[in-house]
């Protein structure tokens, strides 16, 4: 639509006056701006993004998570990351997009657009490049699933002991006051850390490709506090509590690697270079870390295992998701390295000295992995690293915004998550009861087993 022509629709009689009344070159160069287009190959990638990033969801997480878990929690488990991931696609499509990418808005939250209200098939949303757009309902859905999978990770640190009716009264007080808010503040334009200028100093924008401070360290900061209210698990560190199914939880990494790439690459918003760029990272960081992670069991005098492998992998794809269009491929690599040996260290060495039960490691991998991949973003940007940035790039002033943004998402997370935790326990009770947890969630929640044998 023309300059002359959204005049014209939003203003009406008024609005042809209006234009009427400018110079003659202002009218010939307003008729003359061309009309945005809406980039049929760009839609259609950005469409298959969103389903590989749902695919991510389920099957991938439910497998991932369900087979760390014992067997009685399995369809627990899986049941509450699809009922979750479920809510957030609700919440999303009332008042979410509204409050993360409203039209109206101020450095912390946005406002508007609540029911999608004024969004039909010919709304345009911007991508990267002048001229060309996507069509709303692709954008919005696209950054639904992120909501979506941002809290079933969450999930992770209170399986085998958290209700059903509490994980669902949690996840949308946490949407509300946690992911929204964060999810603006990184991404929408005039949020706290999209904008450069913090504090008002000359610091750079935060760099977030694909949800670092987004989904990770929100999600594992989130997962450790969750955990921390809740309690241990009875028997932890007393029972065995390993894996029931090492086997379903490699089938969900491969899953979860697969649709990261919908998640990274289709962060780009266009199937274009930097899309490209985001591909190959994903690849590369992603092999690195689950080799690193396996040379780092053999190191500590234990055998390259199969549950290594799969941290290392998701440990990688978690440190490169916000430096996958912000690395060269060699720096990418060595991201993937460093963050599976610090994620190795905070599982194997950290974890049980503290003594906190994040049962799935949610915190120790998304938490952990997620903030060196957002300070190491601020490092491998570099053009003299191989990374996109231009000759302008100083790598001191972005680091420390990059840091910035850790300690936000942080402080965010901490502060919401409190709260949302103690308003589920107040209306639900938030645990289950010692024999539902003994016999199993399974039974106890849902009235079934996840195998009859």
């Known amino acids: 639509m023309t300059f002359a022509k959204k005049i014209a629709a939003g203003a009406g009689a008024t609005g042809l006056a209006l234009f009427a009344a400018l110079p003659a070159w202002a009218q010939e160069a307003a008729a003359a701006a061309p009309e945005p287009v809406v980039d049929k190959g760009d839609t259609a990638w950005m469409m298959?993004?969103?389903?590989?990033?749902?695919?991510?969801?389920?099957?991938?997480?439910?497998?991932?998570?369900?087979?760390?878990?014992?067997?009685?929690?399995?369809?627990?488990?899986?049941?509450?990351?699809?009922?979750?991931?479920?809510?957030?696609?609700i919440v999303w499509v009332c008042y979410g997009y509204g409050l993360a990418f409203g039209p109206e808005g101020n450095a912390f939250i946005a406002w508007g657009k609540f029911f999608l209200a004024g969004v039909t098939p010919d709304s345009l949303a911007d991508t990267f490049s002048d001229g060309f757009k996507l069509p709303e309902y692709v954008f919005i859905s696209f950054q639904m699933t992120f909501a979506a999978i941002t809290l079933a990770l969450v999930i992770g640190a209170t399986v085998e002991r958290m209700k059903f009716s509490a994980a669902l009264v949690f996840g949308l007080i946490w949407l509300t006051i946690v992911y929204f808010p964060i999810a603006h503040m990184v991404w929408a334009a005039g949020g706290f850390l999209f904008e450069g200028g913090m504090f008002g100093t000359e610091l750079p924008a935060a760099l977030d490709f694909a949800g670092g401070t987004v989904v990770h360290i929100n999600a594992g900061v989130s997962a450790l506090v969750a955990s921390l209210i809740l309690g241990k698990r009875i028997g932890y560190q007393k029972e065995i509590m390993a894996p029931h199914s090492l086997t379903l939880t490699m089938v969900g990494t491969g899953l979860l690697w697969v649709g990261w790439f919908g998640f990274n690459a289709g962060s780009a918003l266009e199937a274009n270079g930097s899309a490209a760029l985001a591909m190959i990272n994903t690849f590369v960081a992603t092999a690195s870390a689950g080799l690193f992670w396996m040379i780092a069991e053999k190191v500590a005098g234990h055998k390259p295992s199969a549950l290594g492998f799969c941290s290392g992998i998701i440990a990688g794809l978690v440190a490169v998701t916000p430096a996958a269009g912000n690395s060269g491929p060699f720096g990418a690599i060595v991201l993937g390295a460093v963050a599976s040996l610090i994620c190795f260290y905070a599982v194997t060495v950290l974890k049980p000295k503290l003594g906190y039960d994040d049962a799935l490691d949610a915190f120790g991998i998304h938490g952990i992995g997620g903030i060196v991949g957002a300070i190491g973003t601020g490092i491998v940007y570099a053009p003299s690293l191989g990374g996109p940035g231009g000759d302008d790039f100083a790598m001191g002033p972005q680091i420390a915004t990059q840091i910035i943004a850790v300690i936000v998402a942080i402080v965010w997370a901490v502060i919401g998550t409190t709260i949302a935790v103690y308003i589920a326990k107040a209306l639900t009770g938030l645990r289950v009861s010692e024999e539902v947890e003994r016999e199993g969630l399974d039974l106890g929640e849902h009235g079934e087993r996840a195998y009859n044998i």
């Open 48 to 89: 298959m993004s969103t389903v590989l990033v749902l695919a991510m969801i389920l099957p991938g997480l439910a497998l991932f998570y369900g087979g760390l878990t014992r067997t009685k929690n399995m369809l627990s488990t899986m049941t509450q990351i699809g009922a979750l991931a479920c809510l957030a696609m």
